[in-house]
């Protein structure tokens, strides 16, 4: 068990690999391509690049002011996004096969990114063939997001055959977790700096990284 629970669903970006100020700058930047260069906005790549930053810091969603104000399609920024994704970028921590292998619990991966990045993502993390048929990327859902309301999840629950009781979401975004437990997930908040949502009642248990979370797993703090 984890946390009581048997199954443990993780989100995939920045939350199996860690998340650096250096790779979000790169991310941010190729948001800002695939906009300029592969759907037509009629602006140059560093301003584009700003709005997308401003975008994060707003809604938490790179994509959103342009969805308001320049007519683009959240799909289209979604396809064209994941394409440009430069997966080698990322580095994969050590031994995370290993320690997940351990883990007692049913884990499956449950992500924002397309099934093209994901699936590249989860190759080059070497967990793709401990996951192959264990994640599931919300286009599978019809959606292009999870932090919007928690029929996903729920949807999410069937396709697993699991009920939301039985499941600890583990996400570094925190606007996810609020929906998983909605759904009645336990919740996982992984941070990097600081603890900052101490105050989200919606949170139930917070850790500095996936290894520190694996960490107490193994050692059956966390069981
Ligand atoms: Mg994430």
Known sequence: MVLGKNIVIY????????????????????MAEALVYDLGLDMDVEKAKKLVTESYKIYRDGGEIFYQNYNIKPKDLFIAYH???PVEKIVPYDNLLEKIEKVPAEQYVFTASDRYASEKILKHL??????????????????????????????????????????????????????????????????????????????????????????????????
């Not at 989100?11 to 190729?30: C, M, Q, R």
């Open 126 to 223: 070497g967990l793709y063939e401990f996951f192959k048929n264990r994640y599931y990327s919300v286009e599978d859902f019809g959606v292009y997001k999870k932090n919007e309301n928690a029929n996903v999840y729920k949807e999410f629950c069937k396709k697993i055959n699991a009920k939301p009781e039985d499941c600890v979401f583990v996400d570094d975004s925190y606007s996810n977790l609020e929906f998983a437990k909605e759904a009645g997930m336990t919740t996982v908040r992984i941070y990097y700096h600081n603890n900052s949502t101490k105050d989200k009642t919606f949170i139930d248990y917070a850790y500095k990284g996936i290894e520190s979370f694996l960490e107490d797993v193994l050692k059956g703090k966390a069981s």
């Open 83 to 85: 394409k440009r994704k």
């Open 11 to 30: 989100d995939l970006d920045d939350t199996l690999y860690n998340k650096t100020e250096y790779f979000a700058d790169i991310l941010d930047t190729v």
